[in-house]
């Protein structure tokens, strides 16, 4: 089964708290992606991962890193949470072999940061 | 850089009706566009794909034609339904890059 996994689906944190989301794909792709989704903006991506430690920035990578230690799992994290990172985050991976533009998504999880 | 528009944010309809929801782009590649839809709650799914200028690309009822002259991939359906409400993207990859831009997306709304 084709799937991307994300945990948690929901968040809350303080401002200034570290986060750590999660997402996992059993399809062995070589691309994950992190996008954030914001009423009127569309899909932004943080972060596009090749494989695994080959990283590269997106549009937004500001105060977001990323870890990528195996091919099927690709970690986001938020050094000291602000308040301009509530959203909603996808996952996303894809497969240059197969059809690299095709992406695949998580369910997404909805980060609120007070 | 690589720029998608879509110029609506919202489309209301009445079952029944046809639509057209509009996509312009921008990129000094080869274009390969996409339409995902995205349901309430849920993730974004590939609704159709295409590189291929001035050929209908067609899936679920839903097409869509690239015209590169035009820089255009407006996505239509001829007989809209209650469950094509959802949020749709226009979506732009490099061919050398393989790295999608997004659109900021139109939320059609279908009423009965």
């Known amino acids: 089964d084709m799937k991307v996994t994300q945990m948690p689906r929901y968040l809350i944190k303080r401002m200034g708290e570290n986060v750590l989301l999660e997402c996992g794909q059993d399809?062995?792709?070589?691309?994950m992606y992190w996008y954030r989704q914001d009423p009127g903006l569309g899909l932004q991506l943080i972060y596009i991962?090749?494989?695994?430690?080959?990283?590269s920035e997106g549009d937004i990578p500001k105060g977001y890193r990323v870890s990528r230690k195996k091919r099927e799992h690709f970690s986001l994290i938020l050094d000291s949470a602000k308040t301009n990172q509530t959203s909603v985050y996808f996952c996303?991976?894809?497969?240059?072999?197969?059809?690299?533009?095709?992406?695949?998504f998580g369910s997404g999880t909805r980060l609120t940061v007070l | 850089g690589d720029s998608v528009t879509q110029t609506e944010g919202l489309v209301t309809l009445t079952k029944g009706l046809p639509v057209m929801l509009n996509c312009t782009y921008q990129?000094?590649?080869?274009?390969?566009l996409f339409w995902y839809v995205q349901h309430l709650n849920e993730a974004p799914k590939l609704l159709l794909k295409?590189?291929?200028?001035?050929k209908r690309t067609e899936h679920q009822g839903f097409y869509a034609t690239l015209h590169k002259s035009s820089s255009s991939f407006h996505l239509q359906k001829s007989s809209v339904q209650l469950s094509d409400s959802a949020l749709y993207f226009c979506?732009?990859?490099?061919?050398?890059?393989?790295?999608?831009?997004f659109g900021r997306g139109t939320r059609l709304q279908v009423y009965a």
């Open positions: 996303a991976s894809s497969s240059w072999t197969v059809s690299a533009e095709t992406l695949y």
């Open positions: 399809m062995s792709h070589e691309t």
């Open positions: 991962s090749y494989d695994v430690d080959s990283n």
């Open positions: 990129t000094t590649y080869s274009p390969f």
């Open positions: 295409s590189s291929t200028d001035n």
């Open positions: 979506a732009l990859s490099e061919q050398v890059v393989g790295q999608l831009t």
